[in-house]
Each structure stands twice: as C-alpha cells, then as structure tokens.
C-alpha cells in the first residue's frame, strides 16, 4: 500500500511501487504509439497570462518566483499575478501544448496527434486521489483551421483500449456535449451558460438542493429554469434514448440541435466498438471555459468517490494565431490518481521491489573484479519474442552459461504440462539456462534452484520450499564457497529475495516501452 507522503500533496514510491507506475505509464505509451500518437514534452513554466486566458483557475496556479528578489524586478524576480508576464507552474497539459502548436505550426503536420506524459501542480487541498503534484498521461488530435468530428470518436475509443489494458476494476467513460448544454439554457431563457455550467459541474460534490440555489441566488434563475436545469443533468443512458428524452422536455435551438447530433454519433460509436464502456451523461460540464463540444469524465466502477480519473473534450478555441485557428480534441489520464488506487486496493503489485534477475556471490572483497567478469559473461542482451494467440506475447530472455568451468550456474526451471493451443509451453529443459516470461493471464512458471548436491539442496529448501518465488533471482557462485555460506545464500535466493553480493542489470527489462508483465502479480 502506497505510504502518507511526509509533505502533504507530494507523493513519492517505494521502488515495488514504483514499478507499479512505470508498468502503467508503459502500458499507456504502447496503447497511444500503436494508434499513430507521437510523443512531445512541454516545459513545466509558462507566463501567467498564457495558463490564466481561459477559465477560473487563478487559485490553483504556483507561482514561480526567487527567494531573492532581483532589484530591477525582471524575470525570474518575484511573481506577481498580476502581471500577465510572471511565471508559474502549469496546473495541466492541454493550455501548454496549445502554446506549443502556435509557436510550431510552421513544422508540424496536420491532423497532429501527440500524446504527453508529464508532472503537473495544482494547489488543491490534498485528499485521497487529488495531490498538489501528480502526473497526467495526454492525448490530443489538433488541426488546422478545423478538425473533423470523428477525432471526437476516435479519442474515445483509444482511451477505452487504454484503460482496458490496465490492471484495474471496470470503467465508465462519461460523455456529454458543451453544444446540447448551452443550446438548452438558452432554450429556457438562461443567458449565462458559462456560469450554469460551472454551477452543474458541482452537482456531484454539494447536491441537486444546493446547485439549485446557486442557479436563483448567482444566475437569477427561476424556480422552473432551475427545475429544467437539473432534469437535463439527470439523464443518464447506455444508447442513443437520451436524444428522445432530452426532445420530451420541450425546449428547441439550433444549438441543442447539433449538440444532440455530435453526441449520437459518439455513443452509436461507441456502443459497438466498446459496449458498455461509454454511457451518455448530461451532468457532465467541465469547469474549464476553453471546452466548446465533447467532454468526457471517467469513473472506476464501485470507486465513484475517487473521482474522475480521464477527462477531457473538444476544444476549437484554444489555440489561434491571428486568423488561424487550430481546434482539437484531447483526454488526460490521472496517472498519480489511478496509480495510488491501484496500490492502495492492492489491484496490482510488483513481485520484487529491483529489476534483478542474476547474483553473484563473493568469496570476499577480492573477489569482486572476478564476479563482475562473470556478471558480464552471464547476461545476454539479446531477446526473442514470439507471439501465441490474440495479443499475447512471449519473451524468452537468454542467460548465457559462462565458458569456465569453475563457474556454475545454479538456475532451473520446472518442467509445465503443454497448454491447450500452446503445445510448447512450459516445455523449457532443466538447466537449460534460459529464463521463462510470464505473460499477463497465463500460469506462471515456477522457478527453482539446481544444486549438484541433492541434500544441500533439501536443506535449502526446508519443508514446504520446494520452489522459489516466481521471478525469483539466477545464483552464480566462483569458486569454492564454505558450505554454511553456500546454503545460506541458496535460501535467500529459494525465498525470492536478493543478496547484496552483486546484482546485474534484469535482462527480462527492454525498453521502456516494451516493459514484461513477470513484475507485475494479480
């Protein structure tokens, strides 16, 4: 279970939790590279006029100033938020990556996907799921001068494959329309959409009674605009039946209208590429001004207090450049939300808190220079994969056996019965050397030590440790070692667990892009 951060709001992992994070933040890159997203990183700074141009966020924002104020107050002097050229701390990803667009245009092409993953600081009150940094996972589809509505779609679709993959419980995405909301209250004489949407976005936090008064005492609404206002928030549906019941309340625009039309065409979509993954819900609003279409929020079905953990939308405005406009469509994950869910529900965890797979023990200090030759000699970084059915996929990782013949190598894996549809499964030979993967949903292999004293061997073990840990380390020894030192050695290493004599990098860790799920239990 992830531990209280000892400053409130600025959470750190252990090393078998960050693994947790990397395991999650790789499966995202793969999921986004595979639909054509390339990656980008903006910097962590922006003037306070660029992150304060749209929406009410004034609060949230970190300032960035020097302890020591320059005498000529120039940049990097104290931070004022009052002056549009102070700096601070951007509190998302999207107003950056507008920025960014303006000020590249000239080298990028259009339609232009970029997925981000990077921190950002808010200064929210620490609770569970909300921290002051935490890191977002983005995707975005921008054009130029327009975008077809079909990126709406598509985002979608790609953030519930993206989920999908993750060790955690089933989602909802929650999808509403900016268009259908504001055609509405202008429909029933509301001219401030901006302000009864924010009002709407507060249903879930203070309830229907208290978003009512709001909308009379702040908006001037009456008692039955009030009473439309929170029937619209109340539609909730799996297919398209919300046009006819949004139809029943019998309001007419022109922007209701294509607002109903955008979001049909979401929720048809979605219903047959991801069925019962996108629901259409008219509460929600999005506080944020630059939305002008779609907006989605995502929840962990039977951990709706959490929060949303991917939410997002259509913005068309956002980023111009005099006549030239670049709308776009994007969502962004709650990486430090979703992970600490994970941890602290115990969804997921890593089987060993360092990526090592291979000890060498020492007979003393002088030793070391021969142990880290062997080390060298037992690693090969060559890998292999083949793919089985559907979207498994398999990995062997060599560990070459040393040409010396003082130097053992102590490693086995036990024999498994062929699996259905997978004839050479599990058939690895004993001390053959090679180390066995363990892909997500297949039976994991047991790996034990091959000792060529069979009753030091028994000794290791003890009653009940006939195998080791899944994963659990390769043992090579120089030398001759003294008996006790050789069993004690063994049992930590029967215990899956490493000792500190020398550890070489895992060859079971590619890429960061391509990490194995062997780290990964439950």
């Known amino acids: 279970m992830a531990r209280t951060a000892s400053l409130s709001g600025f959470p750190e992992w252990l090393p078998q939790e960050r693994l947790v994070e990397l395991h999650v933040l790789d499966t995202l890159r793969k999921t986004f590279e595979l639909h054509g997203f390339s990656s980008i990183e ?27 104020e320059d005498e000529d107050g120039g940049e990097g002097g104290k931070s004022d938020k009052a002056d549009p050229n102070a700096l601070a701390l951007h509190f998302d990803l999207t107003v950056p990556f507008a920025r960014y667009v303006v000020e590249n245009a000239g080298y990028l092409a259009f339609p232009f996907r970029r997925y981000q993953i990077q921190k950002v600081w808010r200064g929210e009150r620490p609770q569970e799921g909300r921290a002051r940094e935490f890191t977002q996972a983005d995707i975005d589809v921008v054009g130029d001068g327009e975008l077809p509505f079909r990126y709406d779609v598509e985002i979608a679709l790609v953030i519930a494959e993206a989920l999908s993959a993750l060790p955690i419980p089933d989602f909802r995405l929650r999808i509403n329309n900016r268009k259908l909301a504001e055609g509405f209250y202008r429909g029933i004489g509301l001219t401030d959409t901006a302000g009864v949407l924010r009002s709407i976005d507060k249903l879930e ?29 109340s539609i909730r549906t799996e297919d398209t ?17 294509e607002g109903l039309s955008e979001l049909e065409q979401v929720i048809e ?11 259409a819900d008219l509460s ?24 949303s953990i991917c939410s997002g939308g259509r913005y068309d405005a956002l980023a111009s450049k005099g006549n030239r406009k670049f709308p776009g469509v994007g969502l962004s994950i709650g990486v430090t939300r979703l992970v600490s869910r994970i941890l602290s529900q115990e969804f997921a965890t890593a089987s060993r808190s360092v990526p090592t797979a291979v000890l060498v023990a020492l007979n003393n200090d002088d030793s070391w220079s021969a142990a ?24 062997a990782d060599q560990i070459r056996r040393p040409t010396r013949h003082s130097f053992r190598l102590v490693h086995g894996r036990r024999r498994q019965a062929p ?41 290791a073990r003890g009653p009940g440790r006939e195998r080791a840990a899944p994963g659990g380390p390769c043992f090579v020894h120089t030398g001759k070692l003294e008996r006790d030192r050789f069993v004690m050695v063994l049992k930590i290493m029967l215990k899956g667990m490493l000792c500190c004599a020398h550890m070489t990098s895992d060859p079971c860790v590619p890429s960061t892009l391509d990490r194995p799920s062997p780290w990964l239990a439950g």
């Not at 962590?44 to 020097?66: C, F, H, M, N, P």
């Not at 979509?269 to 629901?279: D, E, I, S």
């Not at 089985?388 to 398999?394: A, D, I, K, M």
């Open 372 to 395: 880290q030759d062997v080390a060298a000699s037992c690693v090969d970084g060559d890998r292999h994969r083949s793919c089985g059915e559907g979207r498994e996929v398999r990995q």
């Open 205 to 233: 936090k203070i309830g229907e009674v208290k978003v009512a008064e709001l909308l009379r005492s702040e908006l001037g609404a009456t008692d039955e605009q009030a009473a439309l206002a929170l029937k619209l928030a």
């Open 42 to 68: 903006t910097r962590a700074v922006e003037t306070v006029g660029q992150l304060l141009r749209k929406g009410e966020i004034d609060k949230e924002v970190y300032g960035l100033s020097r302890l020591q």
């Open 419 to 459: 699996s259905e549809g997978h004839p050479h499964r599990g058939a690895s030979r004993r001390g053959s050397g090679q180390l066995g993967a363990v892909t997500r949903g297949s039976p994991r292999p047991h790996h034990h030590a091959i000792a060529t004293n069979r009753r030091l061997k028994a000794k």
């Open 284 to 307: 929600i609003a999005r506080g944020l001004d630059y939305y002008t279409g779609t907006v989605v929020e995502t929840v962990l079905v039977g951990h709706e207090q959490l929060g």
């Open 241 to 257: 039946s919300f046009v006819a019941q949004v139809r029943a309340l019998g309001v007419s625009d022109e922007l209701l209208e």
């Open 269 to 279: 979509a979605a219903v047959q590429r991801a069925p019962g993954k996108v629901v």
